[in-house]
């Protein structure tokens, strides 16, 4: 009776009821798979409304000032007005350090959430036609994130903080040709920058970088209502007619619920899991160099790049043209984002599908897209653990120049020895479907709607 009424009201006064009633009737494939990006939607509330609050109380300035905080230990040290407000965040302001927690695992999980949902349309074909823009609307997505988070634990200036700037600023040095300037034009002078500098990332950070990451995702998510859900095949599925459960009152009340799950584990992990403990690392000082501290996991793969990355410049006489920093820094990132964006048309330049798919495969359907995806995640993975390579030194005395070899081999080596394993696994398990049809999964005939 209430939504009748609710609905009249509406449309009375706004015409809407077609509207509605289709967005009411919109069906959802129920698959546990499908629930990883709604996971990612939530996550990226929860940190809109989370870094709402401590904007309120952060300090974006570079100017020094001696704390006299709670915080005994830091009692009368020099540090920046951003440092000592993250201090007094964690311990003066109420709630303080839950939020700030809470912003900070929301931001981990978004991250998470984005990646695994990356790998289940990679391996499953939802990127193949007419998906390729929603494909290209996720990866963006995914990449300003990165660089979101980047920004992120960097406006703190705490010693891990500027200790990634430096390495960012090496980095931004090191594109052929453009680097010296470029690093001119964001931090404003030579590391580590003009005092402004810490405007320009706050800016970036609270007001461009959301902004561009909102407007990909309502693209992402209009792309997806515009050409409909894909689903996993069997029995009633086609690739014309989606089977599920509607918006209301099937599906809605569920998202709901994993909404409200969502948020509760983040203020749970924010209140109950200590994260990026910030006083422990102390304000930056350029003489200080290690103190234990690490980047977050999305940035591991990164640092490990930097750390394998073999000792050499390129260079045409005196003049160095490739500074090192360059290959693990930029050309792994620009490669991989070059690949992700580049596969829909490489399948489809080596398989010659151009028909319109609204039906999963299941990775074994297709071995050399899941042998790729395996070599792929294989050397990112290898790449990623370098990262951790002084930790491994630290905590379990292992020699750090073996595990450099050891992670070397691993990424660039062990990859094409896993795409070939992955491939015949997948063709052995296509060659039994078709010696025992009746064993289970029955897909449906491919047909273009």
């Known amino acids: 009776m209430i939504l009748r009424r609710t609905v009249r009201f509406l449309d009375e006064r706004t015409g809407a009821a077609p509207l509605m009633k289709k967005a009411l009737r919109y069906v959802f494939p129920d698959h546990w798979s499908f629930l990883l990006g709604e996971i990612a939607m939530y996550s990226f509330i929860v940190l809109v409304g989370t870094g709402v609050f401590l904007t309120l109380f952060f300090e974006p300035s570079l100017a020094k000032t001696v704390y006299h905080g709670q915080y005994a230990p830091l009692d009368g040290v020099h540090m920046t007005k951003a440092y000592a407000s993250t201090v007094d965040i964690s311990f003066r302001v109420k709630a303080g350090l839950l939020m700030r927690q809470t912003h900070h695992w929301a931001a981990d999980v978004f991250l998470v959430a984005i990646v695994l949902h990356v790998w289940r349309v990679f391996f499953t074909g939802a990127f193949r036609k007419p998906r390729e823009l929603v494909w290209y609307a996720g990866i963006g997505m995914l990449f300003a994130a990165l660089l979101e988070g980047y920004l992120g634990y960097s406006l703190v200036d705490d010693l891990l903080s500027?200790?990634?700037?430096?390495?960012?600023?090496?980095?931004?040095?090191?594109?052929?040709?453009?680097?010296?300037n470029l690093g001119l034009l964001l931090w404003g002078g030579p590391y580590p920058g003009i005092p402004q500098f810490e405007s320009r990332m706050y800016i970036a950070h609270v007001l461009i970088f959301p902004l561009l990451i909102g407007g990909l995702l309502a693209l992402h998510l209009g792309l997806i209502i515009a050409r409909h859900h894909t689903q996993f095949g069997g029995k009633s599925k086609t690739e014309r007619r989606v089977s599920g459960l509607p918006s209301f009152p099937g599906y809605a009340p569920r998202s709901i619920g994993l909404f409200f799950g969502v948020m509760s584990t983040l203020f749970l992990l924010g209140g109950l899991v200590q994260i990026n403990p910030i006083w422990l690392w102390g304000p930056y000082e350029i003489s200080q160099g290690t103190n234990g501290a690490q980047p977050d996991w999305y940035l591991g793969w990164l640092i490990g790049a930097l750390r394998i990355t073999p000792g050499f410049d390129l260079?045409?006489?005196?003049?160095?043209?490739?500074?090192?920093?360059?290959?693990?820094?930029?050309?792994?990132?620009?490669?991989?984002?070059?690949?992700?964006?580049?596969?829909?048309?490489?399948?489809?330049?080596?398989?010659?599908?151009?028909?319109?798919?609204?039906?999963?495969?299941?990775?074994?359907?297709?071995?050399?897209?899941?042998?790729?995806?395996?070599?792929?995640t294989t050397c990112l993975a290898g790449v990623f653990f370098a990262g951790a390579g002084d930790r491994f030194y630290a905590s379990l005395a292992i020699p750090y120049a073996p595990q450099i070899w050891f992670w070397r081999f691993f990424a660039f080596v062990l990859p094409f020895g896993v795409f070939w394993l992955v491939r015949r696994f997948c063709e052995d398990l296509a060659a039994e479907d078709e010696a025992e049809p009746s064993s289970g999964y029955e897909p449906e005939p491919q047909s273009s709607p």
Do not use: C, K, Q
Request: aromatic share 12%.
């Open 162 to 180: 500027g200790m990634g700037l430096a390495i960012g600023y090496s980095v931004a040095l090191s594109i052929p040709f453009i680097g010296g």
């Open 315 to 376: 260079t045409i006489g005196n003049y160095t043209l490739v500074p090192n920093p360059f290959w693990g820094g930029v050309l792994l990132p620009l490669a991989v984002l070059a690949f992700l964006v580049l596969w829909p048309t490489i399948e489809r330049r080596i398989t010659g599908d151009n028909a319109y798919h609204n039906l999963l495969d299941r990775p074994r359907d297709n071995p050399m897209r899941t042998a790729v995806g395996f070599a792929v």
